[in-house]
């Protein structure tokens, strides 16, 4: 059984700042990668920030230079500070992490959190 938790979401100030945390725990072999993601109602999920497996990081271009991803693969946990927010940045926030929970599996599979709402006023 695998688990994401995000944290750190709220209320806030347009031009203000949040950090978002999304810690994994379970049974977790490897993580390959960690990201974020966003939803608004009626509206499908769109990345928001995640690494490639070529090592670079891909950044939805709306949060360029606004939000930064980072990891901490010893505590297995994933950050979105997000700075200069803006109303239009209010959504709820979904991590995800592709992983293997044992050395047999072949495959990584997608695990995703619960979500955390980021509301942003004007």
């Known amino acids: 059984q695998v688990q994401l938790v995000e944290s750190g979401g709220g209320l806030v100030q347009a031009g203000g700042s949040l950090r978002l945390s999304c810690a994994a725990s379970g049974s977790i072999f490897s993580i390959r990668t960690m990201g974020w993601y966003r939803q608004v109602p009626g509206k499908q999920r769109e990345l928001v920030a995640a690494?490639?497996?070529?090592?670079?990081?891909n950044y939805a271009d709306s949060v360029k230079g606004r939000f930064t991803i980072s990891r901490d693969n010893a505590k297995n946990t994933v950050y979105l500070q997000m700075n200069s927010l803006k109303p239009e940045d209010t959504a709820v926030y979904y991590c995800?992490?592709?992983?293997?929970?044992?050395?047999?599996?072949?495959?990584?599979?997608?695990?995703w959190g619960q979500g955390t709402q980021v509301t942003v006023s004007s």
């Open positions: 995800a992490a592709d992983l293997k929970g044992s050395s047999s599996d072949y495959y990584y599979t997608r695990y």
């Open positions: 690494p490639t497996r070529g090592g670079s990081t």
